[in-house]
């Protein structure tokens, strides 16, 4: 059974200031948290409604009943299991020769999608901008779908960051390169901007290229594409054979 005290801590990890006090965030679903033992993450304890401990003896398990599993998961729906994880925190790193760099980013959604974008695609590493969304966020978390196990998070200064990589400094906007005939520099570092105001004055001048994504459709109406999607289709094309 669990106390009201553990219960109330697992409820609190739904904000930063309490992930950080604890330390902890929580991973939710069997087939990401089986993902986790092949991983750098330190699961601390599991809380599941299945009747034994299907990771391994050094993890700390405790039974719950469903009507437990609601009070402590934060999904509408919530799965069979919730582990409990301890933040893992990457103060030093070195370039990749593709990295993806956030500027701003808010959305929880939009960086969960954003993360499994770069898994499927291979990317190790995403450079965040100390203003965009946290990546422990439970709604980020799922919308991985896992892939956070298998893609470094840093979060930095991002124009002092930009003003000192090696690699080409790749950013989107209305006026740059159709993407369809932009040519991959060998190191890049592609940037996304926030999600209502793109990249801030500061990151936009510290480009070496701009690219677009041209528009088809007969009326040009449309204004912008969702930050993930843009991602995607821009992904697609870098990694075209």
Request: charge should be negative; charged fraction near 25%; glycine fraction near 6%.
């Amino acid at each position: 059974m669990l106390t009201a005290h553990t219960i109330k801590i697992l409820q609190s990890l739904d904000k930063k200031k309490f992930r950080q006090k604890y330390n902890l965030f929580l991973v939710e679903g069997n087939k990401t948290i089986l993902e986790l033992p092949n991983s750098n993450f330190k699961i601390k304890e599991l809380f599941s409604t299945q009747p034994s401990n299907f990771l391994s003896k050094d993890v700390e398990f405790t039974h719950i009943t469903e009507n437990e599993l609601k009070k402590i998961s934060f999904l509408q729906n919530p799965k069979d299991s919730v582990a409990v994880c301890e933040l893992q925190e990457i103060s030093e790193f070195t370039d990749k020769d593709f990295q993806l760099v956030l500027d701003g980013i808010q959305d929880p959604g939009n960086l969960g999608t954003i993360i499994r974008l770069a898994d499927w695609f291979g990317i190790e590493q995403i450079i965040c901008s100390e203003d965009t969304v946290d990546f422990y966020n439970p709604k980020v978390i799922q919308a991985t779908m896992g892939s956070f196990t298998r893609v470094n998070i840093v979060y930095c200064n991002l124009t002092e960051y930009l003003s000192k990589t090696e690699n080409i400094n790749v950013g989107t906007d209305m006026e740059g390169d159709n993407i369809y005939h932009f040519e991959k520099p060998k190191k890049i570092n592609l940037i996304l901007g926030n999600e209502g105001n793109g990249m801030r004055d500061e990151t936009e001048k510290l480009l070496h290229k701009k690219i677009t994504i041209p528009r088809f459709g007969k009326s040009q109406s449309t204004e912008s594409l969702n930050v993930s999607m843009a991602a995607g289709i821009i992904l697609g094309q870098l990694f075209k054979a």
